[in-house]
T-cell receptor, first 116, second 113 residues
């Protein structure tokens, strides 16, 4: 079964600083990978996704993520954080094969705070 | 499309009562997911459907929880009887195929007192 680990529960960065949120997954093959963002009181919104091809994927709001098969990682990055980026970020993995196709498993999330 | 619609947005109920949460997925989507979000456990997948058929309900915590999808445009999650530890935000999401973007509803915040 697939699983997702986000090792950082809470991260604080200064506005304008760069950001990297970590995500490691466990799956027997290359999974589908997603990053979602959740603002307070809201549902989740997709930032970006990786299915195949170029391992560096671009998303909305200036975010990008890099799939590294050797490290089983899919870290989210942004070169310059804005105050409006303060939210909770979730990494998710989807199964390509087997009876759980379609299943999306989420990490526990990383809460991002932005200092002025 | 108005997106995934969940109702009610907030529900406060007494322990022992039956609670029914409702979800209308995006038209044309053939996958529907129910998630529960708590501070302690994060976002947990409870059950998901493909073409109205339950595929994996291994995340349903107990027999008190049940979910149905009688047609492509409606699903319910029922808790009977409810307990205080069921207090959480319940999200419904739908997608147009496996490994595609899942669109989330606004969630139902359930409080059981």
């Amino acid at each position: 079964a697939q699983s997702v680990t986000q090792p950082d529960i809470h991260i604080t960065v200064s506005e304008g600083a760069s950001l990297e949120l970590r995500c490691n997954y466990s799956y027997g093959a290359t999974p589908y990978l997603f990053w979602y963002v959740q603002s307070p009181g809201q549902g989740l919104q997709l930032l970006l996704k990786y299915f195949s091809g170029d391992t560096l994927v671009q998303g909305i709001k200036g975010f990008e993520a890099e799939f590294k098969r050797s490290q089983s990682s899919f870290n989210l990055r942004k070169p310059s954080v804005h105050w409006s980026d303060a939210a909770e970020y979730f990494c998710a993995v989807g199964a390509r094969y087997g009876g759980s196709q379609g299943n999306l498993i989420f990490g526990k999330g990383t809460k991002l705070s932005v200092k002025p | 499309d108005a997106g995934v619609i969940q109702s009610p947005r907030h529900e406060v109920t007494e322990m022992g009562q039956e609670v029914t949460l409702r979800c209308k997925p995006i038209s044309g989507h053939d996958y529907l997911f129910w998630y529960r979000q708590t501070m302690m456990r994060g976002l947990e997948l409870l059950i998901y459907f493909n073409n109205n058929v339950p595929i994996d309900d291994s995340g349903m915590p107990e027999d008190r929880f049940s979910a149905k999808m009688p047609n492509a445009s409606f699903s319910t999650l029922k808790i009977q009887p409810s307990e205080p530890r069921d207090s959480a935000v319940y999200f419904c999401a739908s997608s147009s195929g496996f490994a595609t973007e899942a669109f989330f509803g606004q969630g139902t915040r359930l409080t059981v007192v």
